[in-house]
């Protein structure tokens, strides 16, 4: 345990000077900078990082691709702004000792308008595409009546298209969550902390565009003892990238079938979301439904509505 708490310290100063590097957050890819990729992170206000257990936040985490115990897949569906999408898929196989994670996300815009050097709007449109694929492994570190901390890796492989140029780039994400469960609390904690997109850009004509550094760090606390088998979980994340994101969610669980969210996100230079968001879901058997919303400020669109459909054999 003290081996991996001094590296986990040697780490996050690595990667808090990556961030202060002149150019390291210039450029960034839709499918990168994208905070959830399920409507359960979204209806929680984006609070992924500690959702240990849920094959739906292994693209956030890869340490939570160790706290899979059982195959289990799901698929997400966010329409976005101005005829914008993406198509999330996460899947997970579970060994006796080491789970297998894979990650698929498209981003996807209709054609717009551009406008020339010289200011006129040119004849022809254009329109943007990404694709990416990202498998990866998890593994339990330590596990005893108190603590339980799952780690993990994944690498990257992200290809992307801007009308007819296409580029392609390759990067690793890490990152560790777990459980902590204090003496007489009725209730545990559960965080989570991990490391995204070290690698090199994507590269067009002859210029490579820098990777959109990730670094987020996470923690909620799980009430238990409600009637019911109810759980009440207050979530809080802490995102930094090109700008700086504080995510507060809360959550609570009915017996284990029908969970209720809320979530509100505080973003540096946000002009287009409220940062206010909800969701419900619903859960039966093997089977996991979820929905949520996020308000728009500006724009003839006014709700953003996310579905996810997960299943656990």
């Given at each position: 345990?003290?081996?991996?708490?001094?590296?986990?310290?040697f780490l996050v100063i690595f990667c808090s000077s990556l961030m202060s590097t002149e150019n390291a957050l210039i450029s960034s890819a839709p499918v990168?900078?994208?905070?959830?990729?399920?409507?359960?992170?979204?209806?929680?206000?984006?609070?992924?990082?500690?959702?240990?257990?849920?094959?739906?936040?292994?693209?956030?985490?890869?340490?939570?691709?160790?706290?899979?115990?059982?195959?289990?897949?799901?698929?997400?569906?966010?329409?976005?702004?101005?005829?914008?999408?993406?198509?999330?898929?996460?899947?997970?196989?579970?060994?006796?000792?080491?789970?297998?994670?894979?990650?698929?996300?498209?981003?996807?815009?209709?054609?717009?308008?551009?406008?020339?050097?010289?200011?006129?709007?040119?004849?022809?449109?254009?329109?943007?595409?990404?694709?990416?694929?990202?498998?990866?492994?998890?593994?339990?570190?330590?596990?005893?009546?108190?603590?339980?901390?799952?780690?993990?890796?994944?690498?990257?492989?992200?290809?992307?298209?801007?009308?007819?140029?296409?580029?392609?780039?390759?990067?690793?994400?890490?990152?560790?969550?777990?459980?902590?469960?204090?003496?007489?609390?009725?209730?545990?904690?559960?965080?989570?902390?991990?490391?995204?997109?070290?690698?090199?850009?994507p590269k067009f004509v002859e210029e490579r565009s820098p990777l959109p550094f990730k670094l987020r760090?996470?923690?909620?606390?799980?009430?238990?003892?409600?009637?019911?088998?109810?759980?009440?979980?207050?979530?809080?994340?802490?995102?930094?990238?090109?700008?700086?994101?504080?995510?507060?969610?809360?959550?609570?669980?009915?017996?284990?079938?029908?969970?209720?969210?809320?979530?509100?996100?505080?973003?540096?230079?946000?002009?287009?979301?409220?940062?206010?968001?909800?969701?419900?879901?619903?859960?039966?058997?093997?089977?996991?439904?979820?929905?949520?919303?996020?308000?728009?400020?500006?724009?003839?669109?006014?709700?953003?509505?996310?579905?996810?459909?997960?299943?656990?054999?």
């Amino acid at each position: 345990m003290k081996k991996i708490i001094l590296f986990l310290f040697f780490l996050v100063i690595f990667c808090s000077s990556l961030m202060s590097t002149e150019n390291a957050l210039i450029s960034s890819a839709p499918v990168l900078i994208i905070d959830t990729t399920s409507a359960h992170g979204t209806g929680s206000g984006n609070n992924n990082v500690m959702q240990a257990g849920d094959v739906g936040f292994i693209m956030q985490n890869p340490g939570n691709i160790g706290s899979i115990k059982e195959h289990a897949v799901s698929i997400s569906y966010l329409p976005w702004l101005y005829e914008t999408s993406y198509l999330a898929g996460n899947f997970a196989y579970a060994f006796s000792t080491v789970t297998m994670g894979f990650s698929f996300v498209s981003f996807h815009s209709g054609e717009f308008d551009h406008y020339l050097l010289d200011g006129t709007l040119a004849e022809d449109k254009l329109s943007l595409g990404e694709m990416l694929f990202m498998p990866g492994v998890g593994v339990t570190l330590k596990n005893n009546d108190k603590l339980t901390l799952f780690g993990g890796v994944s690498a990257k492989y992200l290809t992307t298209r801007i009308h007819t140029m296409r580029s392609s780039s390759f990067a690793f994400d890490m990152g560790f969550n777990g459980v902590y469960r204090p003496e007489g609390v009725k209730g545990d904690i559960i965080f989570g902390l991990a490391f995204q997109n070290l690698g090199l850009g994507p590269k067009f004509v002859e210029e490579r565009s820098p990777l959109p550094f990730k670094l987020r760090l996470g923690a909620g606390f799980r009430f238990t003892g409600f009637k019911h088998s109810g759980v009440l979980t207050p979530l809080m994340e802490y995102i930094q990238d090109a700008l700086s994101k504080l995510n507060t969610g809360l959550e609570y669980g009915y017996n284990d079938l029908l969970f209720i969210r809320v979530g509100f996100s505080l973003i540096s230079g946000e002009t287009i979301f409220s940062g206010f968001a909800t969701g419900l879901g619903v859960k039966f058997s093997r089977i996991k439904f979820d929905y949520a919303l996020k308000i728009v400020k500006e724009g003839d669109q006014s709700l953003v509505h996310v579905l996810s459909l997960g299943y656990s054999f």
